[in-house]
T-cell receptor, first 117, second 113 residues
Framework: DAGVIQSPRHEVTEMGQEVTLRCKPISGHNSLFWYRQTMMRGLELLIYFNNNVPIDDSGMPEDRFSAKMPNASFSTLKIQPSEPRDSAVYFC???????????????FGSGTQLSVL | ELKVEQNPLFLSMQEEKNYTIYCNYSTTSDRLYWYRQDPGKSLESLFVLLSNGAVKQEGRLMASLDTKARLSTLHITAAVHDLSATYFCAVVLRGTGANNLFFGTGTRLTVIP
């Protein structure tokens, strides 16, 4: 099992540019989460998909942020236009929900370090 | 919203010493997780605690849960350098699912030889 795969690992861009982060969840998992980690705010949930459908996007900070999950094996988080305050590590995580508590352990990807200059 | 507080935020300890990290949360929960994060790396699940009085141990780490006190502890026994990392507790709001997982601020542990 390759685990949750994120790309790119590092992204440096200029303010105003569009940024797309990608995630491939673990095969068979039906729930996918996008988190943002900063020193000031810690880990924050941005959006949660279940069976490819966005269930809870209340954590998405602004309309500049959007996320899609076109199929069970791929999700994107897009920021357009990007701003310096978006600089953070963005994690994708997946799990299998609905099968009992012990299995609802989140498996995290390696994260994307985003720097917006 | 569920608030999760950890203390200490930073912990520097010598090898072979024992110490405890505390995790307090504000409302009723039925699941608590401990995660480890190495610098520049992802989060790795260590323990899942599901009931009052639950205790899990692996190696030099032992986690416990007191749901009445809304408190979990992560005890480190005879610390070694390899345990240096940031440790997070995370709590699920009772009756909800993984989308209501709230993370603590993290405790950055440094084990000094």
């Amino acid at each position: 099992d390759a685990g949750v795969i994120q790309s790119p690992r590092h992204e440096v861009t200029e303010m105003g540019q569009e940024v797309t982060l990608r995630c491939k969840p673990i095969s068979g998992h039906n729930s996918l989460f996008w988190y943002r980690q900063t020193m000031m705010r810690g880990l924050e949930l941005l959006i949660y998909f279940n069976n490819n459908v966005p269930i809870d996007d209340s954590g998405m900070p602004e309309d500049r942020f959007s996320a899609k999950m076109p199929n069970a094996s791929f999700s994107t988080l897009k920021i357009q236009p990007s701003e310096p305050r978006d600089s953070a590590v963005y994690f994708c995580a997946s799990t299998l929900t609905g099968t009992g508590w012990p299995r609802e352990k989140l498996f995290f990807g390696s994260g994307t370090q985003l720097s917006v200059l | 919203e569920l608030k999760v507080e950890q203390n200490p935020l930073f912990l520097s300890m010598q090898e072979e010493k024992n110490y405890t990290i505390y995790c307090n949360y504000s409302t009723t929960s039925d699941r608590l997780y401990w995660y480890r994060q190495d610098p520049g790396k992802s989060l790795e699940s260590l323990f899942v605690l599901l009931s009052n009085g639950a205790v899990k141990q692996e190696g030099r780490l032992m986690a416990s849960l007191d749901t009445k006190a809304r408190l979990s502890t992560l005890h480190i026994t005879a610390a070694v350098h390899d345990l240096s990392a940031t440790y997070f507790c995370a709590v699920v709001l009772r009756g909800t699912g993984a989308n209501n997982l709230f993370f603590g601020t993290g405790t950055r542990l440094t084990v000094i030889p």
